[in-house]
């Protein structure tokens, strides 16, 4: 059994200073600041654009300097919500290729490198009924989706290549059996490339612990059903505006144990609950539910 790591989608928000960093803290200084009570970080912004290199060298030197803490890494959307959704893959190969030695090669050089997160578009699906009903049309057209389980295969073996800890998440319901497991094909594709299923609690998808690869990774979005589901809203962060009650934590605790008895690697939980601080706080709240010990050499002047 590895050990249990608990972080956050992302350390660079406004509106944690006073929830959770000292409202006096210079924006240089937060990352410093995270690590001193997170040892893993899910780095969300990559999501939305490469990032330059001075940038991901100065993550790794940071990350380096506390030791034993870890950045997991976001796939661009532009490759997962759009590449990937193409018929060929050329590009689609070529960009991820250049994602890895811009980002991934850097962090994994200075021993820094947690997780690879690709996080699937919603349309991605196994088959072409769509049944996950969106806000607006694909940005790209979409195939066919004979396409489903071979640009599954594709992702497994590329994200596998450029990470020791792959992982996917997929979010349209096709992959789905009736009793929401997940198809036994698509299983058989990530445990032959030992691609972790990201397990997510919110209100799009099921509570779904395949065993597929010999990692975990967990993924906490919160439970504001009614706007994650709401069209045209004016803050797309609204949908994770949520705080969990010890009574919600609770209740993930023996599904999370028994998660990470079945893996001899580590698992990785992330709260993605960003507004207003809640995220670094159930975090924190987590931690202590499941006897997870503070990272060593925390800096007193930060707590």
Same mark, same amino acid.
């Given at each position: 059994?590895?050990? !249990?790591?608990?972080?956050?989608s992302?350390?660079?928000?406004?509106?944690?200073m006073?929830?959770?960093?000292?409202?006096t803290?210079?924006?240089?200084?937060?990352?410093s600041?995270?690590?001193?009570?997170?040892? %893993?970080?899910?780095?969300?912004?990559t999501?939305?654009?490469?990032?330059?290199?001075?940038?991901? +060298?100065?993550?790794?030197?940071e990350?380096?300097r506390?030791?034993?803490?870890?950045? %997991?890494?976001?796939?661009p959307g532009?490759?997962?919500?759009e590449?990937?959704m193409?018929e060929?893959?050329s590009?689609?190969e070529?960009?991820?290729?250049?994602f890895?030695?811009?980002v991934t090669?850097?962090?994994e050089?200075?021993g820094?490198?947690? #997780?690879?997160?690709?996080?699937?578009?919603?349309?991605?699906?196994?088959?072409?009924? !769509?049944?996950?009903?969106?806000k607006?049309p694909p940005?790209?057209p979409l195939?066919?989706?004979s396409?489903?389980?071979?640009?599954?295969?594709?992702?497994a @073996?590329?994200?596998?290549?450029?990470?020791?800890? $792959? #992982?996917?998440?997929?979010r349209?319901?096709?992959?789905?059996t009736?009793? +929401?497991?997940?198809?036994?094909?698509?299983?058989d594709?990530?445990?032959?490339?030992?691609?972790?299923l990201?397990v997510?609690?919110?209100?799009?998808?099921?509570?779904?612990?395949?065993? %597929?690869?010999?990692?975990?990774?967990?993924?906490?979005?919160?439970r504001n059903?009614e706007?994650?589901?709401r069209?045209?809203?004016?803050?797309?962060?609204?949908?994770? @505006?949520?705080?969990?009650? #010890?009574?919600e +934590?609770?209740?993930?605790?023996? $599904?999370?144990?028994?998660?990470?008895?079945?893996?001899?690697?580590?698992?990785?939980?992330?709260?993605?609950?960003?507004?207003?601080?809640?995220?670094?706080?159930?975090?924190?709240?987590?931690?202590? +539910?499941?006897d997870?010990?503070?990272?060593?050499?925390?800096?007193?002047?930060?707590?």
């Amino acid at each position: 059994m590895g050990k !249990i790591r608990i972080g956050n989608s992302g350390w660079s928000y406004d509106d944690w200073m006073g929830p959770f960093y000292p409202e006096t803290s210079s924006r240089k200084d937060l990352l410093s600041i995270y690590f001193s009570r997170f040892d %893993t970080v899910e780095v969300n912004s990559t999501f939305y654009k490469v990032p330059a290199e001075g940038t991901v +060298l100065s993550w790794a030197r940071e990350a380096s300097r506390w030791g034993s803490r870890e950045l %997991t890494i976001k796939i661009p959307g532009r490759i997962s919500h759009e590449l990937s959704m193409k018929e060929d893959p050329s590009l689609f190969e070529r960009e991820l290729d250049s994602f890895g030695e811009k980002v991934t090669v850097p962090l994994e050089d200075h021993g820094v490198m947690g #997780a690879l997160l690709f996080q699937a578009s919603p349309y991605f699906a196994v088959r072409g009924d !769509i049944k996950y009903r969106m806000k607006s049309p694909p940005r790209v057209p979409l195939p066919e989706y004979s396409l489903g389980l071979r640009r599954l295969s594709e992702i497994a @073996l590329k994200i596998s290549d450029l990470a020791r800890y $792959p #992982a996917i998440e997929l979010r349209n319901s096709s992959w789905l059996t009736e009793d +929401l497991h997940l198809i036994g094909e698509a299983r058989d594709v990530l445990r032959s490339q030992g691609v972790a299923l990201a397990v997510v609690d919110g209100p799009s998808f099921p509570w779904l612990p395949e065993e %597929t690869s010999r990692h975990n990774y967990i993924r906490f979005h919160g439970r504001n059903k009614e706007d994650w589901f709401r069209g045209g809203e004016e803050d797309p962060g609204a949908r994770y @505006l949520y705080d969990y009650s #010890a009574d919600e +934590l609770e209740e993930k605790l023996d $599904p999370i144990r028994i998660m990470a008895s079945r893996v001899d690697r580590d698992t990785r939980i992330y709260f993605n609950n960003h507004p207003k601080g809640m995220a670094p706080n159930n975090a924190l709240k987590m931690m202590e +539910l499941l006897d997870v010990p503070k990272p060593a050499e925390a800096l007193d002047r930060f707590r």
